[in-house]
């Protein structure tokens, strides 16, 4: 087992999740505590897994944070509450100069995050309306919300402004 320094940066109870920087950059071997595992291994693996993915994406569990912070723990465009099924998505890609900030980022639900993801809607900047893609309906993909302004903060324009030119071009050919 390796041991390693680190900063906690946050504590929040309701996820009973710990955000921790370490400061050398290396991940120890997680300490399993509380009762007893029926296999140890699997979910010594298990934890070691999610650790990997958070080291491949350092700061996806503070932009996580961050974006449930500023929207609250409900899919944007859908009813959906389910802690489990809710991501923090990129409005603008970080492969494309989007950022880390919560402006950046809306929580989507798994479903809603992937047909973003793959240009099916996109958000209109004038008055942040959803627009599905040609050949589709909203309906269809199961948005219930036909605007992002029904009572929260609103994403960043810079960051809306970025996908809706993309989703443009993609639908013009």
Same mark, same amino acid.
């Not at 390796?2 to 920087?21: A, F, P, Q, T």
């Not at 998505?89 to 809306?106: F, Q, T, V, Y």
């Given at each position: 087992m390796?041991?390693?320094?680190?900063?906690?940066?946050?504590?929040?109870?309701?996820?009973?999740?710990?955000?921790?920087?370490f400061?050398d950059?290396?991940?120890?071997?997680?300490?399993?505590?509380?009762?007893?595992?029926?296999?140890?291994?699997?979910?010594?693996?298990d934890?070691?897994?999610?650790l990997?993915?958070?080291?491949?994406?350092?700061?996806?569990?503070?932009f996580?944070?961050?974006?449930?912070?500023?929207?609250?723990?409900?899919?944007?465009?859908?009813? #959906?509450?389910? @802690?489990?099924?809710?991501? =923090? $998505?990129? *409005?603008? %890609?970080?492969?494309?100069?989007? &950022?880390?900030?919560?402006?950046?980022?809306?929580?989507l639900?798994?479903?809603?995050?992937?047909?973003?993801?793959?240009?099916l809607?996109?958000?209109?900047?004038?008055?942040?309306?959803?627009v599905?893609?040609?050949?589709?309906?909203?309906?269809?993909?199961?948005?219930?919300?036909?605007?992002? #302004?029904?009572? @929260?903060?609103?994403?960043? =324009? $810079?960051? *809306?402004? %970025?996908?809706?030119?993309?989703? &443009?071009?993609?639908?013009?050919g």
């Open positions: 390796r041991i390693g320094r680190g900063i906690i940066e946050s504590i929040n109870e309701d996820e009973r999740s710990v955000l921790v920087s400061i950059g290396s991940i120890p071997d997680p300490p399993l505590t509380g009762e007893p595992l029926r296999d140890e291994s699997i979910m010594r693996e934890i070691r897994r999610r990997q993915s958070v080291i491949a994406r350092p700061h996806q569990l503070r996580a944070n961050a974006v449930f912070a500023r929207y609250g723990r409900r899919c944007a465009v859908c009813p #959906l509450t389910q @802690r489990e099924l809710l991501d =923090a $998505a990129h *409005i603008r %890609a970080k492969s494309d100069r989007g &950022s880390d900030s919560p402006g950046n980022g809306l929580p639900c798994a479903n809603h995050h992937r047909a973003f993801d793959r240009g809607w996109a958000i209109r900047p004038e008055d942040h309306r959803l599905a893609a040609a050949g589709t309906e909203l309906g269809r993909l199961g948005i219930a919300e036909h605007s992002l #302004l029904h009572g @929260r903060p609103q994403p960043a =324009a $810079a960051a *809306i402004a %970025a996908q809706w030119a993309a989703f &443009s071009r993609a639908q013009r």
